[in-house]
């Protein structure tokens, strides 16, 4: 055994090693968490990015019906076309754009030479004013832009309606087309009733609720409802720096995802914290096998080398208990040419000095000063190191008898303790001892 092991020293170090190593693993899971965590923001952002494309899409086909409408109207006001022309162009563009815009469009109609026309066949009531309806007044405000009206709920359907309009060139006729949003609202309850999301919405520039998987929320605003989850999505909407975010709503808390259309409304998805850890759970697993892999590894490592300085500590206690019989008692590293004293008389202190290495020197230097002159050659051939390893393959121990200055009969034994690799002898203990006071 290693004697090197009773230093506490060893122990410690083992203990620091074995701590960077888990603070090295909690860092990499750290690391790989946030790695992980951002790759799958990236992915639900892609996908709301997604929606928002197939909502932009369903309305970029009634912008494009009113835009081609407008062209081909405005040609006709300055042509002075009589309004039975106009009224039948757009009749005829009503049944063409019924049939490509998914059946949600009830016909173009609008004001034309002061004068309200409807392809669709409706007859307003008497008094009825286009000039002051929600419609003409966007399309005005507009100035030759397409104008998306606000968002409304239809009492009798239970839809949500828009209209979409446009001043033409004469700056002061209209056309429009109103169109339901159950294409959007069928499309964001797909999205919601997806298993990892808890919720979808479409939200208008002023918070109104477009469209949401939950139909009981369509058409509420969430600018007027104060400390609403709803409110405080919409807050995040307009704050936030990021097209992410988190809210809170009770003891819950959500991610929030968000993108908005060139409309300035958003395409909004929600899901719940614990459906986003959940989501990371390959990370998770990983870490935790890793984790406990290694935090039993270290606690193996950290058992043994207890178990090896309490052992070798406990040796070392015995020994020195036991060396205080002997007048000398040295622990000897051949490997690395070094001595400890385990016991020693002050005359052999104060030949070694503080010496402790060149084991063969200071031996043969502490013989030469303690044998009688009649034994040295004796003492000096079992003093020779060269010769330890071939005396200790036939036992463990070796010991001669001489007689020293004082004429007393002493003696000194080696002692091997362990052999390293190559079957040398790596460490042995040396004893010296007085047997009689005197050999007469």
């Given at each position: 055994m290693n004697y090197e092991l009773n230093d506490k020293k060893r122990f410690?170090?083992?203990?620091?090693?074995?701590?960077?190593v888990l603070l090295f693993c909690l860092a990499n899971f750290v690391f790989l968490y946030q790695k992980a965590k951002n790759e799958l923001i990236l992915k639900c952002e892609n996908e709301v990015l997604q929606a928002a494309a197939e909502v932009g899409f369903f309305l970029v086909e009634s912008v494009d019906a009113v835009k081609l409408s407008s062209y081909t109207l405005s040609q006709m006001l300055e042509k002075e076309e009589s309004d039975e022309a106009i009224l039948t162009y757009l009749e005829d563009q009503s049944e063409v754009f019924l049939k490509t815009i998914d059946g949600t469009f009830t016909g173009l109609y609008g004001v034309f030479n002061g004068t309200y026309?409807?392809?669709?066949?409706?007859?307003?009531?008497?008094?009825?004013?286009?000039?002051?309806?929600?419609?003409?007044?966007?399309?005005?405000?507009m100035q030759g832009e397409v104008a998306l009206v606000a968002p409304y709920l239809d009492s009798q359907t239970g839809s949500m309606m828009m209209s979409v309009a446009r001043l033409?060139?004469?700056?002061?006729?209209?056309?429009?087309?109103?169109?339901?949003?159950?294409?959007?609202?069928?499309?964001?309850?797909?999205?919601?009733?997806?298993?990892?999301?808890?919720?979808?919405?479409?939200?208008?520039s002023e918070g109104r609720v477009v469209a949401h998987s939950d139909e009981t929320e369509l058409g509420k605003t969430y600018t007027d409802a104060g400390g609403s989850m709803g409110n405080r999505i919409y807050t995040g909407i307009v704050t936030s720096e990021n097209h992410h975010f988190t809210v809170r709503n009770g003891p819950r808390s959500y991610y929030v995802?968000?993108?908005?259309?060139?409309?300035?409304?958003s395409v909004v998805t929600v899901m719940e914290k614990k459906d986003f850890i959940l989501m990371l759970w390959p990370v998770l697993l990983f870490f935790a096998v890793v984790s406990a892999g290694v935090l039993y590894l270290c606690i193996r490592i950290l058992k043994k080398e207890r178990?090896?300085?309490?052992?070798?500590?406990?040796?070392?206690?015995q020994l020195q208990a036991a060396a205080t019989v002997f007048q000398a008692a040295y622990m000897i590293d051949l490997e690395k040419d070094t001595?400890?004293?385990?016991?020693?008389?002050?005359?052999?202190?104060?030949?070694?000095?503080?010496?402790?290495?060149?084991?063969?020197?200071?031996?043969?230097l502490v013989m030469d000063a303690m044998t009688d002159a009649r034994y040295k050659a004796r003492i000096f051939e079992f003093i020779n190191l060269s010769t330890i390893d071939e005396r200790f393959d036939k036992q463990p121990f070796v010991e001669r008898e001489y007689i020293n200055r004082k004429n007393q009969r002493c003696r000194l034994r080696f002692i091997l303790v362990d052999r390293n690799a190559e079957g040398r002898t790596a460490h042995m203990m040396l004893l010296g001892e007085c047997l009689s006071e005197s050999k007469e």
């Amino acid at each position: 055994m290693n004697y090197e092991l009773n230093d506490k020293k060893r122990f410690t170090k083992a203990a620091l090693l074995l701590s960077a190593v888990l603070l090295f693993c909690l860092a990499n899971f750290v690391f790989l968490y946030q790695k992980a965590k951002n790759e799958l923001i990236l992915k639900c952002e892609n996908e709301v990015l997604q929606a928002a494309a197939e909502v932009g899409f369903f309305l970029v086909e009634s912008v494009d019906a009113v835009k081609l409408s407008s062209y081909t109207l405005s040609q006709m006001l300055e042509k002075e076309e009589s309004d039975e022309a106009i009224l039948t162009y757009l009749e005829d563009q009503s049944e063409v754009f019924l049939k490509t815009i998914d059946g949600t469009f009830t016909g173009l109609y609008g004001v034309f030479n002061g004068t309200y026309l409807d392809g669709a066949g409706w007859v307003p009531e008497p008094g009825y004013k286009p000039q002051e309806r929600p419609w003409y007044r966007a399309a005005a405000a507009m100035q030759g832009e397409v104008a998306l009206v606000a968002p409304y709920l239809d009492s009798q359907t239970g839809s949500m309606m828009m209209s979409v309009a446009r001043l033409l060139s004469d700056n002061m006729s209209v056309v429009a087309l109103d169109i339901r949003l159950d294409a959007i609202q069928k499309l964001i309850e797909n999205t919601g009733n997806e298993s990892r999301w808890t919720m979808a919405m479409v939200l208008d520039s002023e918070g109104r609720v477009v469209a949401h998987s939950d139909e009981t929320e369509l058409g509420k605003t969430y600018t007027d409802a104060g400390g609403s989850m709803g409110n405080r999505i919409y807050t995040g909407i307009v704050t936030s720096e990021n097209h992410h975010f988190t809210v809170r709503n009770g003891p819950r808390s959500y991610y929030v995802f968000w993108t908005d259309l060139y409309t300035d409304w958003s395409v909004v998805t929600v899901m719940e914290k614990k459906d986003f850890i959940l989501m990371l759970w390959p990370v998770l697993l990983f870490f935790a096998v890793v984790s406990a892999g290694v935090l039993y590894l270290c606690i193996r490592i950290l058992k043994k080398e207890r178990s090896n300085y309490r052992i070798n500590d406990e040796l070392k206690s015995q020994l020195q208990a036991a060396a205080t019989v002997f007048q000398a008692a040295y622990m000897i590293d051949l490997e690395k040419d070094t001595f400890r004293e385990l016991s020693a008389t002050e005359e052999i202190r104060e030949i070694l000095g503080d010496q402790r290495k060149g084991v063969q020197h200071h031996l043969r230097l502490v013989m030469d000063a303690m044998t009688d002159a009649r034994y040295k050659a004796r003492i000096f051939e079992f003093i020779n190191l060269s010769t330890i390893d071939e005396r200790f393959d036939k036992q463990p121990f070796v010991e001669r008898e001489y007689i020293n200055r004082k004429n007393q009969r002493c003696r000194l034994r080696f002692i091997l303790v362990d052999r390293n690799a190559e079957g040398r002898t790596a460490h042995m203990m040396l004893l010296g001892e007085c047997l009689s006071e005197s050999k007469e």
